[in-house]
């Protein structure tokens, strides 16, 4: 039987990972209900506005001068507490609408950084590789793995992108085939790293966009900072009988790359 201390933890457990989602769905439930409040308030206000309103002018026809006429600071003596259940919950709703976005961006941030670090430490684990093996053996073994993903995905199983060139190519980020030449490859190279040394940053989507290939969902959200400029590296391949050039990183796009620049 389960301890109600263990249900307890695993209670705060969920509601911690998905406080950003119960927060989100707080702040809309809360708009709206701000709304609602305040209209109601509003009618509300509106009939004790005029009640009094209608109870001066009574008074003042029978003679009596005491009350004068209802003033907008009068107005606002009398109808602020009916105001108080809308301020109460617009100041939840705010309140739960930043504590989300600050959520997220520390989540976002974290996962940047445990991005970079992992990056960082196969870069150094890749270094190894060659000091121990040579460039030429880590090379060949690279092409072996590029080679076994093509097989386990070949060109005639994928729809081929058409682009300026006439060489078969695969991305091996995305697993595409798409058209193009070791010319115009070396130029978007360039041209990304150059917008990266004007800019201090560049999108994947932006080298997608240098080589006629569609962003995916992510595609603007990872890319290249002054501290990590593109770098391609390509491994010679053969996709059911045809010649194709394997396309790859040998630095990675990273989420969060603006933010580390």
Excluded at 164 to 188: H, I, K, N, P, Q
Excluded at 224 to 233: G, S
Aim: hydrophobic share 40%.
């Amino acid at each position: 039987m389960v301890a109600l201390g263990d249900l307890m933890k695993r209670f705060e457990k969920l509601v911690v990972d998905n406080s950003p989602t119960i927060l989100t769905a707080i702040g809309v439930t809360g708009t709206l209900t701000t709304a609602y409040l305040t209209a109601q308030a509003t009618f509300k206000a509106a009939e004790l506005i005029y009640l009094e309103e209608v109870r001066r002018v009574k008074l003042r026809e029978q003679g009596d001068e005491s009350p004068g006429y209802l003033l907008p600071k009068d107005a606002v003596k009398l109808v602020w507490k009916l105001y108080i259940p809308t301020l109460g919950t617009a100041a939840l709703t705010m309140t739960a609408i930043i504590c989300s976005n600050r959520i997220n961006s520390r989540r976002a941030a974290a996962v940047a950084v445990a991005y970079s670090i992992t990056e960082k430490a196969f870069a150094e684990y890749r270094d190894k590789v060659v000091e121990k093996i040579g460039e030429k053996k880590e090379e060949a073994l690279r092409s072996e793995l590029a080679q076994a993903r093509v097989d386990r995905d070949p060109v005639g199983n994928a729809t081929v992108i058409i682009g300026e060139g006439r060489v078969l190519c695969y991305e091996e980020f995305t697993g595409r085939f798409f058209y193009s030449d070791m010319e115009a490859l070396r130029r978007a190279e360039n041209d990304i790293n150059a917008q990266v040394i004007n800019d201090s940053y560049a999108a994947l989507s932006d080298l997608y966009d240098l080589l006629n290939l569609p962003h995916t969902s992510e595609s603007s959200e990872v890319g290249w900072n002054l501290d990590r400029l593109l770098k391609l590296e390509f491994s010679p391949l053969i996709s059911e009988g045809r010649p194709c050039i394997s396309v790859g990183f040998s630095v990675k796009p990273i989420r969060g790359f603006a933010r580390l620049q």
